[in-house]
Structures are given as structure tokens and as C-alpha cells.
């Protein structure tokens, strides 16, 4: 009964190579976000859909693309995977601005 | 703009003492605060959150949270740390869009926790 589940939870590919990492909320929340926590551990978002519309999407190289099939889901898509693009990825899901978000447990992308 | 700022990289303290680790916030209205922790290799963990109300806020693990609008700060403390509190703690502040019940968490840039035996 996980309330944000994402997989996998580590991730070791190529650069160059394509690679997905989905996201799925059991919560009933409207919004959902995915961030990336760097080496430093510095928390940066990266895009934000409520109720699979897309309402924040920062600066964020176009090899990255979100898509949330329903409300209840957002993965994350990245091509042409680079070096830099190794950091952790953290998806997390909220209900309205009183509350904070409750996060996943995150996946560790290493592009070697 | 919205931003928070958590000036020491890290906090060390023996078991036993307290702690304190402090964060201060940016906003252009009244904010909503949160504390969350990190432990190695694990998600973001809610700690607690200032809405409104008593400035005194507390939380999970024992760990309590003063809001002073007059500093615009929001110090995370605990009156006797446990060497399991050792961790990654985040300060959050909720942007606030007017007519919106969205907005994003700025998060600050982490307290790393090390309490010793």
C-alpha cells in the first residue's frame, strides 16, 4: 500500500541510451512532480502536472519529457541519457497548498 | 519570489543535547512551512508544517518548529537529539498563488544532522 511508488530504483545504462522511470500515486492527489537531487544533494524541480495538465516545467533540457496518462501516474522519459544527467529522481504528489507532498523513495540514475 | 534559505551545510551535536537547525524564508505573502528529513538512500520524510496559528509547531520523532514572522525564520529543534536523528533535514516553503490551490514547494539546500554518541 505504497503511497508513491516508482520504479525502478536504480538505473545504470549507457549514455546515449533512452530510458523511462514511471511514477504511480495511490493517494487520490490531483498534482504530481518530479525533482532531481544532484551529488550535492540540492533539490530541483523539474515539472509539475495537476490532473495530468502540465503546470510547471522549469528549465529542463527537451531530452527530458514528463507524461501523466491519468492523474494517478507521471513518468518521466529521457533521451540521449549524458553523464550530467546522473542524480537522483525524486517523484512526489500533493493535494492542495496546506499540505506539503509526499514523496517516493526515489531512483538512482547512473549514466556511465 | 518564494525562497528559503538554510545557512549551515551542517549541524553536529552529542546525543542527549538539543538541537537546533535553522532555516529562513522569502515570501510575498503569509507562507506555509515545512520541515522535512532524508535519511541515506530513502525519499523526503514530512516532518511537520506551519499553516497558521500557534507559533510553536510539532512533529514527528519529537522534533518541534518555531515560527517567527519578525526574522522570517522557521528553526527546527529538538530538546535532546538521538544519535537516529542523524540525517538530511530540508526547510520548505509553499508558494502561494492567489486564486490557486496549486504552488510549488522551494525547498532550501539541506542541513546535514550528525548527532554522536
Known amino acids: 500500500d505504497t503511497a508513491v511508488s516508482q520504479t525502478p530504483k536504480y538505473l545504470v545504462t549507457q549514455m546515449g541510451n533512452d530510458k523511462s522511470i514511471k511514477c504511480e500515486q495511490n493517494l487520490g492527489h490531483d498534482t504530481m512532480y518530479w525533482y532531481k537531487q544532484d551529488s550535492k544533494k540540492f533539490l530541483k524541480i523539474m515539472f509539475s502536472y495537476n490532473n495530468k495538465e502540465l503546470i510547471i516545467n522549469e528549465t529542463v533540457p527537451n531530452r527530458f519529457s514528463p507524461k501523466s496518462p491519468d492523474k494517478a501516474h507521471l513518468n518521466l522519459h529521457i533521451n540521449s541519457l549524458e553523464l550530467g544527467d546522473s542524480a537522483v529522481y525524486f517523484c512526489?504528489?500533493?493535494?492542495?497548498?496546506?499540505?506539503?507532498?509526499?514523496f517516493g523513495s526515489g531512483t538512482r540514475l547512473t549514466v556511465v | 519570489a518564494q525562497s528559503v534559505a538554510q545557512p549551515e551545510d551542517q549541524v553536529n551535536v552529542a546525543e542527549g543535547n538539543p538541537l537546533t537547525v535553522k532555516c529562513t524564508y522569502s515570501?510575498?505573502?503569509?507562507?506555509?512551512l515545512f520541515w522535512y528529513v532524508q535519511y541515506p538512500n530513502r525519499g523526503l520524510q514530512f516532518l511537520l508544517k506551519y499553516i497558521t496559528g500557534d507559533n510553536l509547531v510539532k512533529g514527528s520523532y519529537g522534533f518541534e518548529a518555531e515560527f517567527n514572522k519578525s526574522q522570517t525564520s522557521f528553526h527546527l529543534k529538538k530538546p535532546s537529539a538521538l544519535v537516529s536523528d542523524s540525517a538530511l533535514y530540508f526547510c520548505?516553503?509553499?508558494?502561494?498563488?492567489?486564486?490557486?490551490?496549486?504552488?510549488?514547494?522551494?525547498f532550501g539546500r539541506g542541513t546535514q544532522l550528525t548527532v554522536w554518541p
Open positions: 512526489a504528489s500533493s493535494q492542495d497548498r496546506a499540505r506539503g507532498y509526499t
Open positions: 520548505a516553503v509553499r508558494e502561494m498563488h492567489r486564486g490557486s490551490t496549486l504552488g510549488r514547494l522551494y
Open positions: 515570501v510575498s505573502g503569509n507562507p506555509y
